[in-house]
């Protein structure tokens, strides 16, 4: 697993088998899906091609591996799930994140894409780092500052 995304907390360094073609190697393209840029994501790596039994939705929810890699400690540490999009994310707004209390059901996140309506309820804030010395360890992501 790589290190945590610094926007969106996944160790998961394996598009989902549907995700559509890019060049990761390639700078300046933009992610159809989560509006991710390849200049930061070189290291990621396409799904090897599966069978899978639901074919019509393959997403990352349905990955045997990835229910497991929720379970470690380091994931249970990060608060992980499993997203259907990123696979094991944590559940944990990054602490620059804007405020989604007062958020409408149809909005998106002008960073990643997302839809409150998928997220409700299921992304908490970031515990306060304003006191933060430079050096000191998150505690959500485990990385320095």
Same mark, same amino acid.
């Given at each position: ?23 990761? /190697?390639? +700078?300046?393209?933009? @992610? !159809? $899906?989560? =509006?991710?840029? &390849? ?5 990621? #790596? ?30 249970? /540490?990060? +608060?992980?799930?499993? @997203? !259907? $999009?990123? =696979?094991?994310? &944590? ?5 620059? #994140? ?38 000191? $360890? ?8």
């Amino acid at each position: 697993m790589a290190s945590a995304c610094p926007v969106v907390g996944t160790t998961n360094d394996v598009l989902p088998p549907n995700h559509p073609e890019v060049d990761l /190697a390639k +700078d300046g393209q933009t @992610c !159809p $899906v989560v =509006g991710a840029t &390849t200049d930061h994501h070189h290291n990621l #790596h396409k799904h090897p091609s599966v069978s899978i039994e639901n074919a019509s939705s393959p997403t990352a929810t349905e990955c045997p591996v990835l229910k497991k890699v929720v379970t470690q400690p380091k994931s249970q /540490a990060m +608060d992980d799930e499993v @997203c !259907p $999009v990123i =696979g094991p994310a &944590t559940t944990v707004l990054p602490p620059d #994140h804007p405020d989604t209390s007062a958020a409408k059901e149809g909005e998106v996140c002008p960073v990643t894409k997302a839809t409150v309506a998928h997220h409700k309820n299921k992304v908490h804030s970031h515990p306060s780092v304003q006191s933060t010395e430079k050096g000191a $360890v998150c505690p959500v992501a485990g990385v320095k500052f």
